[in-house]
């Protein structure tokens, strides 16, 4: 089985991105060393900010179909 996982690497520690990394024993690897800069969360909150502005009406749990989240969804605004 082949698993990727996003992240940084620094200081000779790899960091995720995301969900933690569960590996279990001593495991053979493949580290794949990218030119571009870690992206930080920061910005992709700012990216999420900038489309959600940009729309003309509030988006829709409806709107996203592929969206399965397997439990009752919980509104606030009818607190």
């Not at 590996?23 to 992709?44: A, C, F, M, W, Y």
Request: proline residues 6%; negative net charge.
């Amino acid at each position: 089985m082949l698993r990727a996982y996003e992240g940084y690497f620094e200081k000779g520690r790899f960091y995720p991105v995301g969900a933690s990394i569960d590996i279990q024993g001593r495991r053979r690897v493949i580290l794949t060393v990218l030119d571009d800069p870690p992206r930080e969360k920061s910005d992709t909150w700012a990216e999420l900010d900038k489309i959600v502005s940009g729309m003309d009406a509030k988006p829709r749990f409806e709107d996203f179909p592929r969206c399965q989240l397997k439990r009752e969804l919980i509104d606030f605004e009818e607190a």
